[in-house]
């Protein structure tokens, strides 16, 4: 069978899921870190998504971790099944929270002065925060 780049229990697949779990994580530090991000729940909804999908990436990468190591292989059905559907659901919850948080942000930012008059709003770190995803 051919080897496809990123597919499970590939080098290229741990770079990738690697790569998911970081950016879930530095998203999370920087929405966390910004003073005020509780007061939406689009921005708490981000959080909780990020943390989700930082669990799920991470117990991805411990699969492929113990699969590279011990030359098991991880392109069976129910396998594959199991990753597709869980990503499916990552993705699907990560382009929610991205889309209701973007919507938060450009209103606060763009739409009403909010951001100007409220100074105790970390207001730059959210567009941040959302790029990460």
């Given at each position: 069978m051919?080897?496809?780049?990123g597919?499970p229990?590939?080098?290229?697949?741990?770079?990738?899921?690697i790569?998911?779990c970081?950016?879930?994580?530095?998203?999370?530090g920087?929405?966390?870190?910004?003073?005020?991000?509780?007061?939406s729940?689009?921005?708490?909804?981000?959080?909780?998504?990020?943390?989700?999908?930082?669990?799920?990436?991470?117990g991805?990468v411990?699969?492929?971790?113990?699969?590279?190591?011990?030359?098991?292989?991880?392109h069976?059905?129910?396998?594959?099944?199991?990753?597709?559907?869980g990503?499916?659901?990552?993705?699907?919850?990560s382009?929610?929270?991205?889309?209701?948080?973007?919507?938060?942000?450009?209103?606060?930012?763009?739409?009403t002065d909010?951001?100007k008059?409220?100074?105790?709003?970390s207001?730059n770190?959210?567009?941040?925060?959302?790029?990460?995803?």
């Open positions: 051919k080897e496809l780049y597919s229990g590939t080098k290229s697949g741990l770079m990738l899921r790569g998911q970081l950016f879930a994580a530095s998203s999370i920087v929405m966390a870190s910004a003073t005020g991000f509780s007061t729940t689009a921005f708490c909804y981000l959080i909780a998504s990020m943390g989700l999908e930082f669990l799920w990436s991470f991805l411990c699969i492929e971790v113990h699969a590279l190591k011990f030359y098991k292989d991880l069976n059905q129910i396998i594959m099944s199991l990753f597709a559907v990503d499916w659901v990552i993705a699907m919850l382009l929610a929270a991205a889309c209701s948080s973007a919507g938060v942000a450009v209103l606060f930012t763009k739409d909010f951001c008059n409220e100074t105790s709003f207001c770190m959210f567009p941040i925060s959302i790029a990460f995803i």
